[in-house]
Every structure is written in structure tokens, then in C-alpha cells.
T-cell receptor
């Protein structure tokens, strides 16, 4: 079974609005990563946050990590139509060798 | 293009046939991962290699699945006696180490008729 669970499963917003997606996981981790996948394509790495970090920024992306709640959030600011994609969080098992992806959040940005 | 490549991109086969997929990782990456993804789901971990050594296999990986990375470079994933339930996208990824981002290939879409 997959460790990560994203919430919401689907999100539809207007261009220019912010989009927030959440990820919850079950066991201790070394790091958590967020990926984007356009329909029928491979995954693209967005950002990695380590277990000793609480917040990280990359361009229009902001990721937070709360290890006490075993949760993470991805904020995309000033969304664009090109941000339309599925977003997945991935966590490593305690061994750091296996990676578990959630079921993803499908984001639609309406121009 | 120095990204991860996978071949073929699409494979249609009849139930019971064997299929083999190939993954060429980014050349300096030591780690190579195989995942399976079905519609509406996230990728599911299948196995991973550190150089040529296969270090972990998921319990999802039945005996019909075998993966190799003979020289620590490209890898192959073979599925024997395919079943309709094997229909999925098979993704390959590589990374420098476990602490680094994984770079994914475009995937091989398998359809078992």
C-alpha cells in the first residue's frame, strides 16, 4: 500500500490564484519530495525537503513539512494554465531505499 | 538529450507472452529504480539497483518479474507470461544517491490483450 496520501484528490482554480495541496504519510522519513506529472508523461521533480527542515522555497513553490503531524503541504502561488498537472508527494521508507508515492492531486488551472 | 530514456515507449502483447523493457539512466547516476503506475494512481515501487546490485524488491514484484543491471549502466525489466493485470505504465528513474531527486524517464506503456 502507498504511504503518502494527497489531499484534495482534485483541485480546480482560476489562473492567478494560489493552489495548496497536502500530503500525509505514515512512518518516519528521511526526506519528502514533490513531483509533477503531465497527462501521460513522466514525472518531473519539483522540490525535496529533508526531515530536519520545516519550509523550503523554489520559485513559485513553497513546501512545508511537519514531522510531528507527518504531513507536508505544497503551495503554488500565482498559478498558470501550464501548472495544470497531477502532483505527487513521495516519501522514503526508513531505510531510504524505497520510495512511496501518494495517489496524487489533480490540479486544473483555468485560464 | 542526457535524461533518462526508456524503450519501447509502447508495447502491446498477448496474454502469456514475455516482454522486456529497457532503461538507460543518466550516466553518472548510481541508483536506478523501477516503478509501475496504473491509471489514477501514483507510481508503485518495484525494485532498485545500486550500481549493478539489486538491493531491494517490492513484495508487489511477483516471480514473473525480473530486473537486471548487468554493468551498472542500463537496466532491463522482463515480465514473463504476461497477464492482463500487468497492463500499466512502467517507469524508470535514476538518482545520484538516496538523498537526491530522482529523474524519471517517459515510461513504457504496456497493454496486455
Amino acid at each position: 500500500s502507498q504511504q503518502g496520501e494527497e489531499d484534495p484528490q482534485a483541485l480546480s482554480i482560476q489562473e492567478g490564484e494560489n493552489a495548496t495541496m497536502n500530503c500525509s504519510y505514515k512512518t518516519s522519513i528521511n526526506n519528502l519530495q514533490w513531483y509533477r506529472q503531465n497527462s501521460g508523461r513522466g514525472l518531473v521533480h519539483l522540490i525535496l525537503i529533508r526531515s530536519n527542515e520545516r519550509e523550503k522555497h523554489s520559485g513559485r513553490l513553497r513546501v512545508t513539512l511537519d514531522t510531528s503531524k507527518k504531513s507536508s503541504s505544497l503551495l503554488i502561488t500565482a498559478s498558470r494554465a501550464a501548472d495544470t498537472a497531477s502532483y505527487f508527494c513521495a516519501t522514503d521508507a526508513y531505510t531510504g531505499n524505497q520510495f512511496y508515492f501518494g495517489t496524487g492531486t489533480s490540479l486544473t488551472v483555468i485560464p | 538529450d542526457t535524461g533518462v530514456s526508456q524503450n519501447p515507449r509502447h508495447k502491446i502483447t498477448k496474454r502469456g507472452q514475455n516482454v522486456t523493457f529497457r532503461c538507460d539512466p543518466i550516466s553518472e547516476h548510481n541508483r536506478l529504480y523501477w516503478y509501475r503506475q496504473t491509471l489514477g494512481q501514483g507510481p508503485e515501487f518495484l525494485t532498485y539497483f545500486q550500481n549493478e546490485a539489486q538491493l531491494e524488491k517490492s513484495r508487489l514484484l511477483s516471480d514473473r518479474f525480473s530486473a537486471e543491471r548487468p554493468k551498472g549502466s542500463f537496466s532491463t525489466l522482463e515480465i514473463q507470461r504476461t497477464e492482463q493485470g500487468d497492463s500499466a505504465m512502467y517507469l524508470c528513474a535514476s538518482s545520484l544517491s538516496g538523498d537526491n531527486e530522482q529523474f524519471f524517464g517517459p515510461g513504457t506503456r504496456l497493454t496486455v490483450l
